[in-house]
């Protein structure tokens, strides 16, 4: 009886068919998969490139940042302080202060009645 199944040609195709099929769903499956995974590393090539110019940005800060040319701009502008033969220079503010008038204009609201309102809408202009 099986050696009979065996020889019939049209089970012999089925089988073979749905082998097919199985082996079509699986491809599918792994083309799915590796799409998804190109485009994550993608996603994550750029996230690294980012993290390089940061990490190369912040090694140029730090390099400027114990420069002496560094320390000595920070020393004048912020610590305020001089270096011998330099000439301090003090500002002060005027004895007397005088108020600026203020040139605004009063903003003007015009108020709409509600008929108004109804007869620009039906009306118009």
């Known amino acids: 009886m099986i050696k009979k199944i065996f020889k019939d ?3 012999i195709v089925a089988v073979i068919a749905i082998v097919l099929v199985f082996l079509l769903m699986d491809f599918n499956q792994r083309m799915v998969l590796l799409t998804r995974l190109r485009r994550q590393e993608k996603g994550l ?12 940005a912040l090694e140029a800060e730090l390099i400027y940042a114990e420069s002496d040319e560094a320390v000595e701009r920070w020393a004048r502008e912020q610590a305020m302080m001089i270096q011998e033969g330099d000439i301090p220079i003090v500002l002060l503010p005027p004895a007397e202060s005088v108020p600026t ?6 903003v003007i609201i015009e108020q709409i009645k509600r008929w108004q309102i109804w007869q620009e809408l039906f ?3």
């Open 9 to 11: 040609k049209r089970v």
């Open 123 to 125: 009306f118009g202009d």
């Open 45 to 56: 090539t750029e996230r690294y490139a980012q993290l390089e110019s940061t990490r190369m």
């Open 101 to 106: 008038p203020s040139t605004q204009q009063p």
